[in-house]
């Protein structure tokens, strides 16, 4: 029931975009995303809920697609300060289970 | 606007011992979730508080446990440690529930290890 992260590790150069894709097994309700630094507590990035929606702020946006069960994190014209992991978080659509992804580390290189 | 605050920073206990952690969240906020996090088993959820009231639990034994009090402060107790709950226990605070579209915010965390 833990989502899936693709990909595991990603290495970009300042100015490129990534994507980062979270794929579950189960229907969702909703789909969290964080960014871990290292030795750091998580941040919350955002939350999408049932819905279709797409969310973003500043350059990074989210869209959910739950026919797929899939939520997608798009990073456009990346910066030094977007490395770190990336994590989903999951809740389902019948009960109230939240998993996380297996992350995505992200590492941004001048 | 303080943060939310995680006591004690890091702990040491013995297998067999219990522990009890505590989060102060964000002033205002009603919700406040905890988490494990392992390099082995990643982040995991442990359960949500509301207005004093659990609203969701995560797929750990009976030996976690928690609490929320009137003022919105948390604690966790892990009862019989094992060597397995060593881990970072993450909480965080928002001030609808976790699933709604508000901001969560962490605490920095708690190091337990169980020797």
């Known amino acids: 029931q833990q989502p899936v992260q693709s990909p595991q590790a990603v290495i970009l150069r300042e100015g490129e975009d990534a994507v980062i894709n979270c794929s579950s097994s189960?229907?969702?309700?909703?789909v969290h995303w964080y960014r871990q630094k290292h030795g750091e507590a998580p941040v919350f990035l955002m939350i999408?809920?049932?819905?279709?929606e797409q969310k973003g702020h500043d350059k990074i946006s989210a869209s959910f697609n739950e026919k797929k069960q899939q939520s997608s994190l798009y990073l456009t014209a990346s910066q030094l300060s977007y490395s770190g992991t990336y994590f989903c978080?999951?809740?389902?659509?019948?009960?109230?289970?939240?998993?996380f992804g297996t992350g995505t580390s992200l590492t941004v290189i001048p | 606007k303080a943060g939310v605050t995680q006591t004690p920073r890091y702990l040491i206990k013995t297998r067999g011992q219990q522990v009890t952690l505590s989060c102060s969240p964000i002033?205002?906020?009603?919700?406040v979730s905890w988490y494990q996090q392992t390099p082995g088993q990643g982040l995991q959820f442990l359960f949500e508080?509301?207005?004093?009231?659990?609203?969701n639990k995560g797929n750990f034994p009976g030996r976690f446990s928690g609490r929320q009090f009137s003022n919105s402060r948390s604690e966790m107790n892990v009862s019989t440690l094992e060597l397995g709950d060593s881990a970072l226990y993450l909480c965080a605070s928002s001030f609808q529930l976790a699933t709604s579209t508000d901001t969560q915010y962490f605490g920095p965390g708690t190091r337990l290890t169980v020797l």
């Open positions: 999408l809920l049932k819905g279709g």
């Open positions: 002033s205002g906020h009603r919700s």
């Open positions: 189960k229907a969702l309700y909703s």
């Open positions: 978080g999951t809740e389902g659509d019948t009960g109230n289970q939240f998993y």
């Open positions: 508080y509301f207005s004093e009231t659990q609203r």
